[in-house]
């Protein structure tokens, strides 16, 4: 997608060390932590929103679901994380290309 942040992160056009990397995703740190630990689980494919969801971004998703709790000691979250995936203007997605925050490595403020 032209553009799209993520997407040249993805193919590699804008660097950004992968801590974590598949073929459906990666983990990348994010540029601007809001808490101690913060990293961005970025499917591969490109699709902006949870309501543009169909089978095969459904698949994607469940395997970055399924793969973010393998990583939580390499990542330093065994102490328990808070995952995000903000949506539209309204939940501050800055981002247009879905995306997964995962926060720790501290006591985060109740939410
Ligand atoms: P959103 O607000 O869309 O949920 O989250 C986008 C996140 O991407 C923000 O937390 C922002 O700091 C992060 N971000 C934006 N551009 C870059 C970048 O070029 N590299 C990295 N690592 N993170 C980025
Ligand atoms: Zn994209």
Redesign the pocket.
């Known amino acids: 997608m032209e553009n799209c942040?993520?997407c040249k992160?993805v193919a590699g056009e804008?660097p950004?060390p992968r801590l974590y990397e598949d073929d459906k995703m990666i983990v990348?740190?994010?540029?601007?932590?809001?808490a101690k630990l913060?990293y961005?689980c970025i499917p591969k494919t490109h699709f902006a929103l949870l309501s543009e969801m169909d089978d095969a971004r459904a698949d994607v998703v469940k395997h970055c679901f399924t793969v973010i709790p393998t990583l939580e000691k390499e990542l330093g979250l065994e102490g328990g994380y808070r995952v995000?995936?903000?949506q539209g203007e309204n939940?501050?997605?800055?981002?247009?290309h879905l995306?997964i925050?995962l926060l720790g490595g501290e006591k985060l403020a109740d939410f």
């Open positions: 942040i993520f992160i804008i950004s990348i740190r994010d540029i601007e932590p809001k913060h961005l995000i995936i903000n939940g501050g997605q800055t981002v247009h995306h925050h």
